[in-house]
């Protein structure tokens, strides 16, 4: 059976060159590009959809309990 770390090796994986969805040598500061408020705004969306998620699972558990 193959080792985590020989399956990598042998897969070519490299984890080394991840970015983040705003890491794209983009200055996030300068609001005037259309790109960056968009790039800002599916950021803050998909933080306040999480958050969304997590008050409605505490309402319902709490009305479970």
């Known amino acids: 059976m193959k080792s985590f770390k ?4 042998e897969s070519g ?4 060159t ?3 969805a705003l890491d794209q040598d983009v200055n996030p500061s300068s609001i005037g590009d ?3 408020v968009k ?4 950021f803050l969306g998909a933080i306040c959809q999480k958050e969304y ?3 409605s699972m505490q309402l319902k558990l709490s009305e479970i309990v």
């Open 18 to 20: 991840q970015q983040t």
């Open 34 to 36: 259309p790109m960056v």
């Open 13 to 16: 994986v490299n984890t080394t």
């Open 39 to 42: 790039r800002i705004n599916s």
């Open 53 to 55: 998620l997590i008050l």
């Open 6 to 9: 020989g399956y990598i090796k």
